[in-house]
């Protein structure tokens, strides 16, 4: 049986699935991962069309309205995000492994227009671990801290909903177990 060409990632916020995907990016370039459009300002270092399409929210609407995203959802109350159809689709159709890496709302939306996808849950490998590395990384106010954490609750009672779990115990554990379930092989190291 052939694997899925498509692998959807979900998990709550600040696990490190952005972590986890730029690894596979840089590491297996024979998977292809999807670049979402967004409505929220860069973050220092992102660039647009490399770590997301950064879209106004009116070109957002244009999107959605024309039916151009396989999946989009509000995040945390605040921003859009979306998955453009068209990229994803090429790929598929040029024979390549893709990873979309996205939140559970975009997850759940693949799965009713795509479920042969393979569904992957990156769990941390506990709550306070998580926690730790929210508020490490110093990119969200104290406020929108805690409305992620709020948030990564309700997310984490999710995992039953998914074809597989890989605990982000490390960035590179996690991208090998994540791409021998896409059917690659691993690095040697």
Wanted: net charge negative; hydrophobic share 35%.
């Amino acid at each position: 049986m052939s694997q899925p060409r498509l692998t959807v990632l979900a998990g709550p916020t600040a696990v490190g699935k952005g972590t986890v995907s730029t690894y596979i990016r840089d590491h297996y370039p024979e998977v292809w991962l999807s670049v979402s459009a967004t409505t929220r300002p860069p973050r220092p270092g992102e660039t647009d069309g490399v770590h997301y399409f950064f879209v106004s929210p009116a070109e957002f609407d244009r999107l959605t309205e024309d039916g151009q995203l396989l999946e989009w959802a509000v995040v945390h109350g605040r921003n859009r995000y979306g998955t453009l159809r068209r990229t994803v689709q090429q790929a598929m159709d040029e024979g390549r492994r893709v990873l979309l890496e996205i939140d559970l709302q975009g997850a759940r939306q693949v799965r009713q227009t795509m479920p042969e996808a393979n569904f992957v849950f990156l769990a941390p490998p506990s709550w306070d671990e998580m926690v730790r590395r929210l508020v490490g990384r110093g990119t969200e106010s104290a406020e929108e801290q805690q409305q992620r954490l709020e948030t990564a609750k309700l997310e984490l009672a999710a995992e039953p909903e998914f074809n597989h779990t890989v605990v982000n115990d490390s960035v590179e554990h996690a991208a090998d177990e994540l791409v021998s379930l896409m059917g690659l092989h691993p690095l040697q190291r």
